[in-house]
Nanobody, 115 residues
Framework: QVQLVESGGGLAQPGGSLRLSCVSTGSMFSIDRMDWYRQAAGKDREWVAAINLGGSIRIADAVSGRFMVSRDNLRNTMYLQMNDLKPEDTAVYYC?????????WGQGTQVTVSS
């Protein structure tokens, strides 16, 4: 059974950068599609980015041009590179992995953007 663990969150200044990681305990080849979501305090969960097994990506309009998702199947890891961070990016970031039969979520990692 796959488990997903996010890391890399923390405090960043506006305009700064962070790189989030999502590590799978199982083979990444068993996960057809992976996504990043975020949820700010008092707000609904928001989809951020997606990448499939072959590397095709989609990025939400709100972060397009600043965020990029990638996937290293050999290391069982998905990344979210976040550049030009803004206070409105403050949220708990979650990774999600989906296959035909399963839907996995990580525990989340807090990102805070503040001066």
């Amino acid at each position: 059974q796959v488990q997903l663990v996010e890391s890399g969150g923390g405090l960043a200044q506006p305009g700064g950068s962070l790189r989030l990681s999502c590590v799978s305990t199982g083979s990444m080849f068993s996960i057809d599609r992976m996504d990043w979501y975020r949820q700010a305090a008092g707000k609904d969960r928001e989809w951020v980015a997606a990448i499939n097994l072959g590397g095709s990506i989609r990025i939400a309009d709100a972060v397009s041009g600043r965020f990029m998702v990638s996937r290293d199947n050999l290391r069982n890891t998905m990344y979210l590179q976040m550049n030009d961070l803004k206070p409105e990016d403050t949220a708990v970031y979650y990774c999600r992995g989906r296959s035909q039969d399963d839907d996995y979520w990580g525990q989340g990692t807090q990102v805070t953007v503040s001066s």
